[in-house]
């Protein structure tokens, strides 16, 4: 192999993680995000071809170019993709050391929403597999939703030994690990490892280059939810650095049964210590039968649920309920109200980030603002250098150490 020659792998020891359909996969990766969704805008009543949504009145910023709110692009779905029948069983119990608004006066537990946001897209994660052997559910990152600004992926993951996602790169955005169930061991090539146990979290940033690898840990199934935020240009390059937070130490708030779980940004007048680079709020509610909630989310924010366990009523309190499984994009406004209208307790994340506005070149695990700094990217990958220097000599122990 030549640096004339473009690599048609990225010269990964065997067994690595294979091509997948979307183009995540490492060997061989060409698919590329230039200008990302670029469907003309659909028209002031279209709801995207569900007739069980309402139509979409406010703009929402999916894929702008700039700051400013631009017209919904949206992706339609593909009618005849391939269906998949594997299917994820119960997660586990929300993690129990929860604060209560007695220990907490004088926070606004209940705001008021001037314009409440409705769902305008909605879908449902099928599995899939990645990685060697796993099965996550792609929501965002799939061919119908390729990016949603400042969001890359969400898979939710299911994966047992010897299934996993052994040694692969990352450059120019960060993972973000959040487990359900069981636990992963990850270790990196500068040896920085650990384990991510059930209501753990990492916040990865990878910037301009980590090389890894993700592993269930122990006995049974590992479950969690892998996000992947994309960084700013002025962030792609940056050091890589981790935000480890153990279960017990997630700031949490129970009150008029809803309980929250502040991943980042903050609800219910308590706040991660979580540093996002790229603004974003990530929160993990639990609603029991008959508990409404209303959380405040900044006004340009692009925003989006995904439902967990249970079934809940988003935006309007006269739509249908959502199962679990299932991504719901959510529309302009201040807020998002939910209703537990169903016996079972209802649990979803909410997840929001302030769009970056900015081009999306991507190569499976790199992701950058143009085709040529993914050139160099792999040209880096591939000779080691600019902050790939110890992935020359370094094997995750699991794929038979140094
Ligand atoms: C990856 C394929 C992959 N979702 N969820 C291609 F599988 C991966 C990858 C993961 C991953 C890891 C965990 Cl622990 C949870 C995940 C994809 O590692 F990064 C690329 N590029
Ligand atoms: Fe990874």
Not at 43 to 70: F, T, W
Not at 220 to 229: A, N, Y
Request: with cysteine; glycine share 10%; net charge neutral.
């Amino acid at each position: 192999m030549t640096s004339t020659h473009r690599p048609r792998d990225l010269g990964l020891p065997k067994p690595r993680i294979k091509a997948t359909r979307d183009g995540q996969g490492f060997v061989p990766l060409t698919e590329k995000v230039k200008s990302p969704i670029t469907k003309p805008p659909q028209s002031p009543n279209s709801n995207g071809g569900d007739p069980k949504l309402p139509p979409i009145k406010a703009p929402l910023p999916l894929l702008s170019l700039s700051q400013s709110p631009q017209p919904i692009r949206l992706h339609l779905p593909l009618s005849n993709k391939k269906k998949q029948s594997q299917t994820i069983h119960g997660l586990s119990e929300f993690p129990s050391s929860v604060q209560t608004e007695d220990s907490m006066a004088e926070t606004e537990i209940s705001p008021v929403l001037q314009e409440p946001r409705h769902v305008v897209r909605k879908f449902q994660a099928r599995p899939q597999h990645e990685g060697d052997g796993a099965v996550v559910r792609r929501s965002i990152g799939r061919f119908e939703l390729k990016y949603f600004d400042p969001f890359l992926v969400l898979d939710e993951f299911s994966v047992a030994a010897p299934a996993g996602f052994p040694d692969h790169p990352h450059r120019g955005f960060e993972t973000v690990t959040y487990m359900l169930e069981g636990a992963v061991m990850h270790e990196d090539f500068e040896g920085h490892k650990g384990t991510i146990k059930a209501g753990d979290l990492q916040w990865m940033t990878a910037g301009r280059g980590i090389v890894h690898s993700e592993m269930p840990a122990g006995p049974g199934i590992s479950k969690g939810l892998q996000l992947w935020v994309n960084l700013s240009s002025t962030n792609k390059m940056i050091e890589p650095r981790y935000q480890e937070i153990q279960s017990s130490d997630i700031a949490c708030m129970a009150k008029d049964g809803v309980e929250v779980r502040v991943i980042a940004g903050e609800s219910m007048g308590v706040q991660s210590p979580v540093y996002t680079r790229t603004p974003t709020m990530y929160l993990d509610f639990k609603v029991r039968q008959s508990a409404h909630l209303r959380q405040p989310i900044p006004a340009t924010w692009n925003s989006f649920v995904y439902v967990l366990e249970g079934e809940g009523v988003f935006g309007s309190e006269r739509t249908a309920p959502v199962g679990p499984h299932h991504l719901l994009l959510l529309g302009q406004g201040d807020g998002l109200e939910v209703w537990n209208k169903c016996s079972k307790p209802l649990r979803f994340v909410l997840i929001g980030g302030e769009p970056l506005g900015e081009p999306v070149a991507q190569l499976g695990p790199f992701v950058m603002n143009t085709e040529e700094e993914i050139d160099r990217t792999i040209d880096d990958f591939q000779f080691y250098v600019n902050g790939f220097e110890k992935a020359k000599h370094w094997r995750s122990e699991g794929m038979g150490g140094l």
